[in-house]
């Protein structure tokens, strides 16, 4: 689908802005939604309030929806939990009623899921087709994101899910927080250590979706996490290598974290071994399948 017209909700954020920047490079016109649209092939949506420019999906072909309040930003309080669901839900559904409207509808619609649709999975590998193994409040958002994005079938819309791991970048996400007291020559690591993070590079999560947006007969649920996930402690070791930085390793124990953070403290002390063989099977190669390669990358 070269030099075909992509819409992108959640274009400003850590994948977003990347994959905006990859299709223009590759020659793809490419238009933002935005609540504050700046010229230059932003439009003006707002999802909470139900508004969007509908001039935004004239001639677009595939929809890509990254939209969603991030998820580590605020203590999950109930109204943030609910703010959490909703920005997620809710862009889904303005986009659907639009798209429902149009008489020569986009071909694809690709959206944004987590690995957090697993629950705190331990050691166990889980795939694509892996029930939860519990039903925490992550598990929940992301079934309700995930049902959001199947309703687009409905219309024809070939459809494809994928559920993004701990995305490498020193630009922010989880690999920042590990990078701040690295630079202090603390290497602090969450609980025991033992926590398998099923990571990825961001260039491969965009790299991910030019892949779908090439190939029509990607679609259905995908996991975007490198082939070799890596335990907590020795992520941030390896961190500090690619750094070339000299640390002192400590954890940060559980019941700390549990205190100060709540029940947001699942995001960096759940479990989950991930595994992508769904996705290479498929035909997506992944450029940074090793943790050590990626962050000397990162760090270059």
């Known amino acids: 689908m070269q030099n075909s017209t992509i819409l992108i909700a959640g274009g400003s954020g850590l994948v977003g802005s990347l994959l905006a ?13 935005s609540r504050t649209p700046k010229g230059g092939g932003q439009f003006f949506w707002n999802p909470g309030t139900g508004e969007i420019d509908k001039a935004a999906l004239d001639g677009v072909e595939v929809v890509i929806n990254l939209a969603g309040a991030g998820i580590a930003d605020k ?23 639009a798209i429902e409207s149009m008489v020569k509808k986009p071909k694809a619609y690709l959206s944004a899921s987590a690995i957090g649709i697993y629950g705190n999975s331990g050691e166990a590998w889980m795939q694509e087709e892996s029930l939860p193994v519990d039903q925490s409040f992550m598990v929940d958002c992301c079934q309700q994101w995930e049902a959001a994005a199947d309703q687009f079938k409905t219309l024809g819309l070939r459809v494809a899910k994928f559920r993004i791991g701990v995305v490498m970048a020193k630009e922010g996400g989880a690999l920042a927080e590990v990078v701040k ?120």
């Open 21 to 33: 920047q990859m299709l223009r490079v590759e020659n793809y016109p490419v238009r933002l939604l």
């Open 75 to 97: 203590r999950w309080t109930n109204a943030r939990k609910r703010e959490l669901i909703d920005s997620r839900v809710q862009s889904a559904a303005m986009l659907f009623r």
């Open 181 to 300: 007291p690295l630079r202090l020559g603390l290497g602090t690591y969450f609980g025991n250590g033992q926590a398998w993070w099923s990571w990825v590079h961001r260039e491969d999560v965009c790299r991910a979706f030019l892949w779908a947006i090439d190939n029509q007969s990607v679609e259905g649920v995908f996991n975007i996490v490198a082939p070799n996930p890596m335990r907590g402690k020795e992520l941030v070791v390896t961190a500090a290598k690619a750094m070339n930085q000299h640390a002192v390793f400590l954890p940060a124990p559980e019941f700390v974290l549990k205190l100060a953070l709540g029940e947001m403290s699942a995001v960096i002390l759940n479990s989950n071994r991930v595994a992508s063989e769904n996705l290479s099977n498929a035909g997506f190669e992944f450029k940074w399948p090793v943790l050590d390669a990626a962050l000397r990358d990162i760090f270059a």
